[in-house]
């Protein structure tokens, strides 16, 4: 496939459910129109309601469109949609695997839907499920996983075909600071081995860390694209909760009277990022007073703060 092929390219893309008990019709996606490129790692950001699951879903094949066009790798997802979904994998919100059914079947078993031998996915899977650390859990029932191990073997399964593009709605939703982390890795290694990545998120922070490019989508509408800093530099200010590995002393954050730092608690600080700057230069800066940063998260609702600020422009 030509690498000037985008690998996905989204064009007046609409979608309207019906009205159903008693409720009106819901527009959930309004004329949207979107170019990733491949290799790219987009994440597609928005409140609950945004319309970022019903685009994820259209594109993956799995939700029916009311108008618009969208193409996976230069094939109309319309006219052959078999062939666009081969190029793709899919990682969904909801877990969807039979629970009864073990670890390193349930991945074998998906590669099967694709056309690939048995004796063909062993390795696969084998090598997928090493590399997401399942493999002491392969023989061992989907249901008896934690909530981040169900995360990781469905991003297992959804890469045992060897897709060129990863569809990731809220993967790192509800999982523990540690597995997320070993999550971002993974996707960064897959993101530099050329996948491209539509990953949809609530977390400015995670967009930031993981992703090239940005869209926010709002009410059905893509009000804001481009890199996070560039994004960033729109905003008037983006305030985050920062949880610390231990108490902060009064005199260390002194050590930072520059920045718009001060604390909540003693393992909490609040920090209050000005136009165009990133919250990974903020970290550094405040790393290196000595503070260490357990995880970083959004104060309220700041995202919703976020699209209020873009949509007024």
């Known amino acids: 496939m030509a690498e000037n092929i985008p690998a996905v390219r989204i064009d007046g893309l609409k979608k309207t459910y019906a009205a159903s008990n008693k409720q009106p019709p819901v527009e959930a996606l309004k004329g949207v129109s979107l170019t ?31 108008e618009g066009k969208v193409e996976v790798q230069g094939v109309d997802a319309t006219a052959n949609p078999d062939k666009a979904k081969s190029f793709i994998g899919v990682v969904p919100q909801e877990m969807n695997f039979d629970i009864f059914e073990k670890v390193f079947e349930i991945v074998v078993t998906q590669a099967g839907y694709y056309g690939i031998s048995r004796t063909e996915a062993i390795p696969k899977a084998e090598q997928l499920l090493k590399d997401l650390g399942l493999w002491e859990k392969k023989d061992t029932q ?9 995360r ?27 597995l997320r982390r070993g999550m971002w890795d993974f996707l960064r290694k897959l993101s530099s081995e050329g996948t491209t990545i539509v990953l949809t998120t609530h977390y400015l922070e995670e967009a930031e860390l993981l992703a090239d490019r940005v869209a926010i989508i709002n009410h ?13 530099t729109k905003l008037n200010y983006v305030t985050l909760l920062l949880d610390t590995v231990e108490p902060v002393k009064d005199a260390t954050l002194v050590l930072l009277r520059e920045m718009n730092v001060k604390k909540i608690d003693q393992d909490t600080l609040e920090l209050t990022l000005s136009p165009g700057q990133t919250v990974n230069e903020a970290i550094r800066k405040i790393a290196a007073t000595g ?16 699209f209020i600020n873009l949509t007024k422009k």
């Open 36 to 66: 990733i490129t491949q290799g790219e790692f987009l994440a597609l950001l928005g409140p609950n309601g945004a319309g970022k699951t019903t685009m994820i879903g259209i594109i993956a094949g799995l939700v029916n469109k009311t």
């Open 220 to 232: 059905g509408i893509i009000i804001e694209e481009g890199t996070v800093k560039e994004l960033i």
């Open 152 to 178: 990781r073997l469905l991003i297992a399964r959804a890469l045992v075909h060897e897709p060129k593009i990863l569809l990731l709605d809220e993967p790192t939703a509800g999982v523990d600071v540690e």
């Open 291 to 306: 503070i260490q940063i357990a995880n970083v998260r959004n104060a309220g609702s700041r995202l919703e703060e976020i």
């Open 142 to 150: 989907a249901q008896f996983l934690s909530g981040g191990m169900k």
